[in-house]
């Protein structure tokens, strides 16, 4: 892998799936940035680089920046932004490299399987996907940010993550503010497996999922739009009660 590119991987008491992600990178493990904000910090694979923050959660946009702002201070090109519980399918690394190199001006993500690449994660085949997936690298406007690669440069004059997402939908707003000048690509080529979580969040990821897509919708959604959602979760705190 060329040495430009760095992989940061934000980490949160993922143990029992750091070392298979790690070891499905096909990259000197001196570029691999792992940035903990676990409750208590975690021995990293050996070899990686280590951010810890003292058992503070910051939430994954927060976290990313700070990682961010590392890289570029270690004078990196490109970042991938890799999740703790992802991996990438033999020598797929590879190719997603050569895509990032191929494609400099824009955002590059994979196509993204159920774990051991049983089938495309029905969620994203469903909400992306729905006229078939594409057979070649294509340009599209939104996707799941379980793995999103691109120029430092182009996440720091976006100013990173919005840090008012402390958990979902912080992809979708990056995504939003850069599709003028960074369009998304999508290779369909490359596959990663991810433990797709949507269908059993806990109360805690749930709230944090309707907190995120409130704000989403604020910042991008018609008045009338945000006003809906804002009185479901009003309701919705009223049937709890």
């Known amino acids: 892998m060329s040495s430009n590119i760095a992989v940061l991987i934000p980490y949160y008491n993922g143990s029992r799936y750091i070392k298979r992600c790690v070891s499905s990178l096909m990259c000197p493990y001196q570029d691999v940035w792992i940035f903990d904000n676990s409750e208590i910090p975690e021995e990293p694979p050996s070899g990686c680089n280590h951010i810890i ?5 910051l ?3 927060k976290a990313v ?3 961010l702002k590392e890289l570029t201070k270690q004078g990196y090109d490109f970042v991938i932004i890799l999740n703790q519980d992802a991996y990438f399918a033999e020598r797929h690394f590879d190719l997603f490299v050569e895509t990032i190199l191929s494609y400099p001006d824009h955002f590059i993500c994979p196509l993204l399987f159920k774990e051991e690449f049983t089938e495309v994660i029905p969620f994203v085949k469903e909400r992306y996907f729905k006229a078939g997936i594409p057979s070649s690298k294509k340009e ?14 182009h996440f720091n004059s976006l100013n990173g993550f919005d840090e008012d997402f402390f958990m979902y939908f912080e992809e ?5 503010r850069s599709h003028r000048h960074y369009p998304i690509v999508l290779d369909p080529h490359v596959h990663v497996a991810h433990r797709n979580k949507t269908s ?3 109360k805690e990821e749930l709230q944090w999922f309707y907190k995120s897509e409130l704000h989403y919708s604020k910042k991008h959604d018609r008045k009338w739009n945000y006003y809906w959602l804002k009185a479901k979760g009003i309701a919705r705190r009223l049937l709890k009660s």
């Open 53 to 57: 923050t003292e058992g503070k959660k």
């Open 65 to 67: 920046n700070i990682g």
């Open 200 to 202: 059993h969040m806990g």
């Open 140 to 153: 599209i406007q939104d996707y799941v940010g379980v793995v999103i690669a691109g120029k430092l440069d």
């Open 59 to 61: 939430g994954f946009a």
């Open 172 to 176: 979708n707003d990056l995504f939003k």
